[in-house]
Each structure stands twice: as structure tokens, then as C-alpha cells.
């Protein structure tokens, strides 16, 4: 089946750095894919819709230039945490909807951010 | 707007109970799709089930069953004879429907833990 692969799945950065994570469609095109985060114990938010070859949509209270989303293939988006702090430790998971399927999403399988 | 209930944050059973994580939503929308999520603790979103809001039918899957009531917006999930392996964090999620894009709403959560 459908296979929505994220790199890394854990990830421990300095405080200050950047670091960038991957969701890649693996044998689907995809030109809407999704960014969730999860604090410990609580639920997935949407952060932001990732539009290929536009510029991403995000929700109210996400920080768009900290988060920085960049979907520059049909099959790839990327999340790039900017500046991470502590407070940025979190899981982070994205979804991607296939190209022509309307009724079809299929879920990553989450990357774990810590911050130090 | 949209929203997702669920109010048991968790539940502990013994082995071979039945148990029932309740979800309500609420939607102004007129289609849209409900959704059960597991997840264990390594982190990745295990789909369990897919309603649309015009499919009111229940629906039996081995020891999984789902209660869908349009009349009191809830869509219900039960296990029999729970497992230890059942032991996980699931979500509820609502997705809209409409045009071309699949944002998902997800309750908070109900953590399900399954004695032996």
C-alpha cells in the first residue's frame, strides 16, 4: 500500500540550530501534505498545510518563519524547525494526499525532535 | 468550527473486558469523515476505521466495533475482550470533506491501558 516515509524519526539538535525533516510520498504524488505536532500527552495540531509549488498555509499561533515548510516536489515537503529551542521538543508527523483521490490520506510515521 | 471530544483521558481495564472510548464531534459542515487512530507508544498513527457522515451503519471488525449517531454527533469506538496489546493512545479525528484538502481534527486523546 501507500507509504508516507519520514527522515529522521528521531532527532536530538543544540539549542539555537536548525534542523530539517523529511516527508517524502513513496509511490504517490502528493500536492497537499500536512504538518501535525504532538507535545507529550496531548493531542496532534495541524501546523500547516504544504502546497506544492506554493507557499505553505499555516494555522493561527504557528510561527511561519520558524517553522519553515517547503514542498518543492509532488512527492516531497519539508519542515525546517529554525532557531530550535527546548520548547520545540515535540513529535512531528505529516500527512499526504494523493494526487486525484479525494477520499484518501495517509499518515507518516512521526518524528521525534528533541531539543537540548 | 470543527471539534473533537473525547472526554475519558484514560482508561484502565483487565484483559478480556469489553470497553467503549467515546467520541463526540461537532461540525457546521454537512459532509465530512470521522476517523480512529491508534497509537502506541513508538509514535506512528495506526488507522483503524473511516466513516463518512452519510454512512450511518455500524461496523463490526474482529474485536473492534464502531457506533455511529449522526442525531448525537458521536462516533463511538468498542472493544471486546480487550488485549494487552489493545494498551495504546487512540484519537477520534473529524476531516472535512469539501474541496480538495483533508485537515484533520483530532480529539484529545483517550490512553487505554489493558491489564493482564
Not at chain 1, 529522521?8 to 543544540?14: E, G, L, M, N, Y
Not at chain 1, 507529550?40 to 515548510?69: C, R
Not at chain 1, 515537503?77 to 521538543?89: G, K, N
Not at chain 2, 457506533?67 to 469506538?77: C, G, V, W
Request: glycine share 6%.
Amino acid at each position: 500500500g501507500a507509504v508516507v516515509s519520514q527522515h529522521p524519526s528521531r532527532v536530538i539538535c543544540k539549542s539555537g540550530t536548525s534542523v530539517k525533516i523529511e516527508c517524502r510520498s513513496l509511490d504517490f504524488q502528493a500536492t497537499t501534505m500536512f504538518w501535525y505536532r504532538q507535545f507529550p500527552k496531548q493531542s496532534l495540531m495541524l501546523m500547516a498545510t504544504s502546497n506544492e509549488g506554493s507557499k505553505a498555509t499555516y494555522e493561527q499561533g504557528v510561527e511561519k518563519d520558524k517553522f519553515l515548510i517547503n514542498h518543492a516536489s509532488l512527492t516531497l515537503s519539508t519542515l525546517t524547525v529554525t532557531s530550535a529551542h527546548p520548547e520545540d521538543s515535540s513529535f512531528y508527523i505529516c500527512s499526504a494526499k494523493p494526487v486525484g483521490d479525494i477520499n484518501t490520506i495517509y499518515f507518516g510515521e512521526g518524528s521525534w525532535l528533541t531539543v537540548v | 468550527a470543527q471539534k473533537v471530544t473525547q472526554a475519558q483521558t484514560e482508561i484502565s481495564v483487565v484483559e478480556k473486558e469489553d470497553v467503549t472510548l467515546d467520541c463526540v464531534y461537532e461540525t457546521r459542515d454537512t459532509t465530512y469523515y470521522l476517523f480512529w487512530y491508534k497509537q502506541p507508544p513508538s509514535g506512528e498513527l495506526v488507522f483503524l476505521i473511516r466513516r463518512n457522515s452519510f454512512d450511518e451503519q455500524n461496523e463490526i471488525s474482529g474485536r473492534y466495533s464502531w457506533n455511529f449517531q449522526k442525531s448525537t454527533s458521536s462516533f463511538n469506538f468498542t472493544i471486546t475482550a480487550s488485549q494487552v496489546v489493545d494498551s495504546a493512545v487512540y484519537f477520534c479525528a473529524l476531516s472535512e470533506a469539501y474541496g480538495n484538502f483533508n485537515k484533520f481534527y483530532f480529539g484529545s486523546g483517550t490512553k487505554l491501558n489493558v491489564k493482564p
